[in-house]
């Protein structure tokens, strides 16, 4: 059964910095592009970011670029996405799903807010 | 930056009517298109990819038409666990880009 987990998200005061993590299993995580979605509260879904299968190719949103970075560990199966310099309108719920074309699995996704 | 438009925003159906949503892109995106599914609380589902495909385990009600611009999901005959959020998504070019959504309830 493929699974997505992410964790590492929670409250940060507006400039500050988040690492967030996503646990993959129940398939060859190495051999799919992944994908961040994010969710601002009662609103519809944002891309945020993709990385190709061996982390050579990746792209952003440009709201986020110079700013968050995507990178994924193939030997411990997992995605992460490093967010320095947060605002405000960063504030949302972060979901990992699997691939590029067309996300066929999520996460249940993790709330980042960002507030002082 | 493709900017994709859902038309109507709320469209309200009684269970076993047929419902039609829209989705335009502002330039060709070819068959690049999802179709999600969200409710309330829930990750998003996917329903349809290249436009007209269904994913893993989609009800046949469910067909997705289009290509170029204009996009379409139909849902033949709604049963109750359809009333949700619908969003389609342009995958052609970087930034990869979705809809703002039509929400589908009980009329």
Redesign the interface.
């Known amino acids: 059964e493929v699974q997505l987990v992410e964790s590492g998200g929670g409250l940060v005061q507006p400039g500050g910095s988040l690492r967030l993590s996503c646990a993959a299993s129940g398939f060859t995580f190495s051999s799919y592009w992944m994908s961040w ?1 994010r969710q601002a509260p009662g609103k ?4 945020v970011a ?1 990385i190709k299968q061996d982390g050579s190719e990746k ?4 709201s986020v670029k110079g700013r968050f970075t995507i990178s994924r560990d193939n030997a411990k199966n997992s995605l992460y996405l490093q967010m320095n310099s947060l605002r405000a309108e960063d504030t949302a719920v972060y ?1 990992c799903a699997r691939g ?5 699995y ?4 993790t709330l980042v807010t960002v507030s002082s | 930056e493709i900017v994709m438009t859902q038309s109507p925003a709320t469209l309200s159906v009684s269970p076993g009517e047929r419902a039609t949503l829209s989705c335009r892109a502002s330039q060709s995106v070819s068959s690049n298109l999802a179709w999600y599914q969200q409710k309330p609380g829930q990750a998003p589902r996917l329903l349809i990819y290249g436009a007209s495909t269904r994913a893993t385990g989609i009800p046949a009600r469910f067909s997705g038409s289009g290509s170029g611009t204009e996009f379409t999901l139909t849902i033949s005959s709604l049963q109750s666990e359809d009333f949700a959020v619908y969003y389609c998504q342009q995958y052609n070019n970087w930034p990869q880009t979705f809809g703002p959504g039509t929400k589908v309830d009980i009329k």
């Open positions: 979605v519809g879904l944002e891309w993709n792209y952003y949103v440009d979901y590029k074309s067309g996300y066929g999520w996460g249940q996704g």
